[in-house]
């Protein structure tokens, strides 16, 4: 995992993965292989950063549950 996140006293933690572009490709995505069709967890969350923009444009970020991101990465691979 790229962060933890802990809840005041420590008993809440989730993880965030953190997936980053800095240019876009062909298919203006990130890419995914057929492992991340499988990740996914209750508390794992994927934070998509695209760090591609024009100097002085804040980057654009999408953070998405693990079993939203599986669930998209296989209706991608099924097409």
Known sequence: ???LIAGRSGDRLFSIQVKTRTTVGGDGGWHM??????IRAERLFYAFADLGKPDGEAPDYYIIPSNQKADAVRVTHEA
Do not use: R, Y
């Open 1 to 3: 995992m790229d962060i």
């Open 33 to 38: 292989h057929e492992k991340h069709e499988e």
